[in-house]
Nanobody, 115 residues
Framework: QVQLVESGGALVHPGGSLRLSCAASGIIFSAYAMGWYRQAPGKQRELVASISSGGRTTYADSVQDRFTISRDNAKNTVYLQMNSLKPEDTAVYYC?????????WGQGTQVTVSS
């Protein structure tokens, strides 16, 4: 059974930092591209960052230079380091794993940026 379990979401002040983690099980983690998506109330889910099985990264323009995605294949975990957080970063953040026609989601973790 495939499981993606996110953690690290919290309430943080503007300008603060958080690190999200997503622990995967039931898949050969190193073979999967991993991504972080987010969904704010009333908005569509959007891609925040992704990292290929080979380590190549991509970012949404809105988070470029503030967020960093990384992966630790030995721990079957993908991370999202979020710095200089803004109120507009408030959303539920979801982890996903993709390989060929396989696509899995985590349950999400809430990030709230507010003073």
């Amino acid at each position: 059974q495939v499981q993606l379990v996110e953690s690290g979401g919290a309430l943080v002040h503007p300008g603060g930092s958080l690190r999200l983690s997503c622990a995967a099980s039931g898949i050969i983690f190193s073979a999967y591209a991993m991504g972080w998506y987010r969904q704010a109330p009333g908005k569509q889910r959007e891609l925040v960052a992704s990292i290929s099985s080979g380590g190549r990264t991509t970012y949404a323009d809105s988070v470029q230079d503030r967020f960093t995605i990384s992966r630790d294949n030995a721990k079957n975990t993908v991370y999202l380091q979020m710095n200089s957080l803004k109120p507009e970063d408030t959303a539920v953040y979801y982890c996903n794993a993709v390989r060929l026609n396989e696509f899995y989601w985590g349950q999400g973790t809430q990030v709230t940026v507010s003073s």
